[in-house]
């Protein structure tokens, strides 16, 4: 990625970058599956309208197409609060104990992503 890159650019580089990297990762043989993860409540209010929809709409598409599976934080029935984010972007010990026993839920509640995965957890072939 070249330094003089314009916003638009970047946001297209790493979308590239993104894509390819799900495709290489389905085509290798492995049961993909991508996870939204929590964002704070202020940092979305900085966001431009739309453009953290447009981020959620662009992997979902993107795993559809490859063939991989792409999970929602909603689909997870979990809300971070902003005490369970250490900033704006990332969880706390607290927040990632509670988005982790969200996710094992979902993945019991979802047999079909488990059958998948062989003993160590890879896909099974």
């Given at each position: 990625?070249?330094?003089?890159?314009?916003?638009?650019?970047?946001?297209?580089y790493?979308?590239?970058?993104?894509r390819?990297?799900?495709?290489?990762?389905?085509?290798?043989?492995?049961?993909?599956i991508?996870?939204?993860?929590?964002?704070?409540?202020?940092?979305?209010?900085?966001?431009?309208?739309?453009?953290?929809?447009?981020?959620?709409?662009?992997?979902?598409?993107?795993?559809?197409?490859?063939?991989?599976?792409?999970?929602?934080?909603?689909?997870?029935?979990?809300?971070?609060?902003?005490?369970?984010?250490?900033?704006?972007?990332?969880?706390?010990?607290?927040?990632?104990?509670?988005?982790?026993?969200?996710f094992?839920?979902?993945?019991?509640?979802?047999?079909?992503?488990?059958?998948?995965?062989?003993?160590?957890?890879?896909?099974?072939?």
């Amino acid at each position: 990625m070249e330094p003089s890159m314009s916003a638009s650019e970047r946001r297209q580089y790493n979308r590239d970058c993104a894509r390819r990297a799900i495709e290489l990762a389905v085509q290798s043989g492995s049961e993909v599956i991508v996870v939204e993860l929590p964002v704070s409540q202020r940092a979305q209010a900085r966001y431009a309208k739309g453009s953290y929809e447009n981020f959620i709409d662009f992997y979902d598409e993107a795993c559809r197409n490859a063939g991989a599976r792409f999970i929602r934080a909603e689909d997870l029935g979990v809300k971070m609060q902003d005490n369970e984010m250490f900033d704006e972007n990332h969880m706390n010990w607290t927040g990632a104990e509670k988005f982790t026993r969200a996710f094992m839920t979902y993945l019991t509640q979802h047999s079909d992503l488990i059958a998948s995965l062989g003993a160590d957890g890879h896909a099974a072939r």
